[in-house]
């Protein structure tokens, strides 16, 4: 299914007067306090988020999965999907591909598809937390970081054989993404399985092209219950600066134990030049992997806070790379994401209306309480309007959710795809 730009365009026109007021008085009352409106806006525009191609379909948990149907069960149609969220929203132009979940039968035609889509590829990422059928080896106990050799050959080959793959279809990163780690006291020798980790990320490094990236997530816990090789920014920090300057941390939200201060982390990476990828999603527990913004939207508006200062003030650090990392276990996915979407550019909205300055001088006179109203001032305003203007922009939907509905894309897509189609490689 594709949507045609007059669908658009004919349901903007039913909420454009709707709309043009209310940002109108919006874009008014920001410019007079000395905000560039048109400068959020443009900035709102450009900023595009990855989908990845896992998040396409009802993940579910460990004890059932109950599918919405309609999901994409190959390559061409996790793009089509990508390309509907994009159709609507304007911001998610990009994926994430998994491998070997999504190895493509056809390059050409699959690079030729995201063309046409307007989607680029993002970070590929590896898969060394599965056994692969008819694999020689298997990662049961771990992968980077096993204690046999012929195990991290194995995961090494793999890495640098789904670089090749992003290579051939115009991606520029890597994610590793490791479960490595183990589950009772004893069974790991720390050491060993860090300096195995270590020595296997430099041997991908090794075959990273000149113009690529390598970025290293971390997790506490899971599947692991004990340990973790990976287990904190610190850790990740250490394992990028020991490969090279290509390499960098990614920030995966929901890799925190509760109350991790996310936001000093973020700030800290910037400086250090050293953050490379971020993974959206929420939790209240663990890596719980929800809808964006849907428990701690204040949270995740104080680390967009530091995201924007680093990205004003921290030349040394690159242009991040932004996905989606969440799972769908009761709701559509795609509305889900088109939440998610919106919860991501409104944090950044209000980031972006921080007044920095003000910021500075307040902290410099120890005004706490002046600190606190600059940053509340920012994240109580109502940026919705500004989205909308955004995406009428470029042409997508004044409400994507609505509209979403209103065609019943989700329905068109059963049809389209058969009743009972589920989604494939979770
Ligand atoms: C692990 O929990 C994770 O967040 C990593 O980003 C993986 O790549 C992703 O999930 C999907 O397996
Ligand atoms: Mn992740
Ligand atoms: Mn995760």
């Known amino acids: 299914m594709k949507l045609q730009e007059s669908q658009i365009s004919d349901f903007n026109k039913k909420g454009s007067e709707e709309h043009q007021n209310q940002f109108d008085f ?18 709102l525009a450009k900023f595009q988020v990855a989908i990845p191609s896992w998040a396409l379909g009802a993940g579910g ?40 979940w999504d190895i493509p039968e056809d390059y050409n035609a699959i690079k030729e598809q995201a063309n046409s889509l307007n989607l680029k590829f993002d970070a590929v990422n590896s898969n060394t937390f599965q056994d692969q059928k008819n694999a020689k080896e298997s990662y049961k106990y771990g992968s980077l970081s096993n204690t046999s050799q012929a195990v991290r050959e194995q995961a090494i080959a793999h890495n640098q054989e789904v670089i090749k793959i992003g290579e051939k279809l115009g991606s520029k990163s890597l994610t590793v993404w490791l479960a490595d780690g183990s589950n009772f006291p004893g069974q790991n020798n720390f050491q060993t399985a860090l300096s195995n980790t270590e020595n296997s990320l430099k041997a991908i490094y090794k075959t990273l092209p000149d113009d690529w990236k390598l970025f290293i997530e971390y997790k506490p816990y ?28 990614l920030v995966d939200l929901g890799h925190h134990l509760p109350n991790t201060n996310i936001e000093q982390i973020v700030s800290t990476l910037m400086l250090k030049g050293k953050l490379g990828g971020f993974h959206f999603n929420d939790s209240k527990y663990g890596d719980d992997d929800v809808t964006v913004g849907s428990i701690k939207p204040y949270a995740l508006f104080l680390i967009f806070n530091e995201l924007v200062y680093g990205m004003q003030n921290n030349p040394q650090n690159p242009d991040l790379s932004w996905m989606i990392d969440a799972s769908h276990n ?55 309007p500004l989205l909308a203007q955004a995406r009428l922009q470029s042409g997508g939907a004044l409400n994507p959710l609505a509209l979403y509905r209103e065609l019943q894309i989700r329905a068109t897509l059963i049809q389209e795809r058969g009743k009972h189609s589920m989604a494939s490689g979770l």
């Open 222 to 249: 899971e599947p692991n219950f004990y340990s973790t090789v990976i287990q904190d920014w610190g850790t990740s920090f250490m394992l990028a600066n020991a490969c090279g300057d290509k390499a960098y941390t």
């Open 330 to 384: 009761i709701k559509d996915p795609l509305e889900d994401l088109i939440q998610s979407l919106e919860a991501i550019q409104e944090a950044y909205a209000k980031a972006l209306l921080v007044d920095q300055n003000l910021l500075k001088e307040a902290q410099s006179a120890n005004d706490v309480v002046a600190c606190q109203e600059i940053l509340q001032k920012a994240y109580r305003t109502d940026v919705r």
């Open 26 to 43: 919006l874009a008014n009352t920001l410019d007079k306090s000395g905000v560039n409106t048109k400068n959020v806006i443009n900035a």
């Open 61 to 100: 948990t460990r004890f059932g999965r109950f599918s919405f149907y309609g999901e994409p069960s190959n390559l061409t149609q996790k793009l089509d999907d990508v390309g509907l969220l994009h159709s609507l929203t304007q911001t998610a132009g990009a994926v994430s591909l998994h491998i070997p």
